[in-house]
């Protein structure tokens, strides 16, 4: 069995977003909406250590994540240690890779899974966290990879970041992890019908949807995201997948709002949204 846990279902900026006023923060700030803190995922097989937890994406609020989920939590047999036991990096965003500098304080070197050109951009990280804990980086291949006993993965290459199909080989469970989508590539296209669980990038409803609280903004797909409106929406309905379901929304995405017509539409399509805490076993 594969067990995921959303420790974090929004864009980079959270929700509500420090300095923004939209509709949707000015609702997370009054309670009317639930806030979210920024993307990463949780998961095990859960055949195998009950300790043995990865992360997808180490986003800036981490901490908080780590204490919001006790199974991320140190255990009380010695007075330093950690259940995670590995990193992977979709891209180099800062907000996806910020929280491997909150990981810190410990000895062993922090291992880490990600394509060359995201460590090449993320060269500087090894200078910074050299006087602390040395990273282990890990190639990551188009092939399955052992990870943990019966649990695989393997890499799925997009145009500027990467999706993560996750394979249970004791139970067959398959899940596949991209939060950052701006193609849907031949590739993409056959993990998702290989795939019984997908979190799928749900960042922008449309594509002009950022400069209508900023204007000049670039657009959805100009920041490698496919709109869900008139890109993913049609695609993912069509997907044979048993959950499907949005994650990584920016704070302006109309789909946070429960009852807008936009929640309605993905709802109706049979795909769920993200919310942190969300927790699947398959």
Not at 251 to 269: C, M
Request: charge should be neutral.
């Amino acid at each position: 069995m594969i067990r995921i846990h959303i420790l974090g279902s929004a864009a980079g900026g959270g929700l509500p977003q420090w300095n923004c006023a939209c509709a949707n923060c000015a609702a997370a700030r009054a309670g009317k909406i639930a806030p979210q803190t920024q993307s990463s995922i949780a998961i095990s097989s859960e055949s195998e250590d009950k300790r043995q937890w990865f992360l997808i994406n180490a986003s800036p609020d981490l901490p908080r994540q780590i204490e919001n989920m006790p199974e991320l939590q140190p255990h009380r047999d010695s007075p330093r240690n950690t259940p995670i036991r590995a990193v992977f990096l979709t891209n180099a965003d800062i907000d996806h890779a910020l929280g491997l500098f909150l990981l810190r304080q410990d000895e062993a070197p922090l291992v880490v899974y990600a394509a060359d050109q995201t460590r090449t951009a993320l060269a500087w990280i090894d200078g910074v966290l050299a006087r602390f804990r040395r990273i282990e980086w890990r190639k990551i291949s188009a092939d399955f990879q052992s990870l943990s006993g019966s649990l695989g993965f393997r890499a799925i290459q997009l145009p500027g970041s990467v999706a993560y199909q996750f394979r249970d080989d004791s139970s067959g469970a398959t899940a596949l992890f991209a939060p950052i989508v701006g193609e849907l590539t031949e590739q993409l296209r056959n993990a998702v019908d290989a795939s019984a669980v997908i979190l799928f990038d749900g960042t922008f409803w449309t594509d002009g949807e950022l400069a209508t609280v900023r204007p000049g903004a670039r657009t959805s797909r100009e920041m490698n995201h496919l709109p869900i409106s008139d890109g993913s929406l049609d695609f993912l309905r069509q997907s044979p997948a048993r959950r499907k379901i949005f994650t990584h929304m920016n704070n302006t995405n109309p789909i946070l709002r429960p009852g807008s017509r936009e929640r309605a539409q993905v709802e109706q399509a049979g795909i769920a949204i993200a919310r942190d805490g969300l927790e699947i076993v398959l």
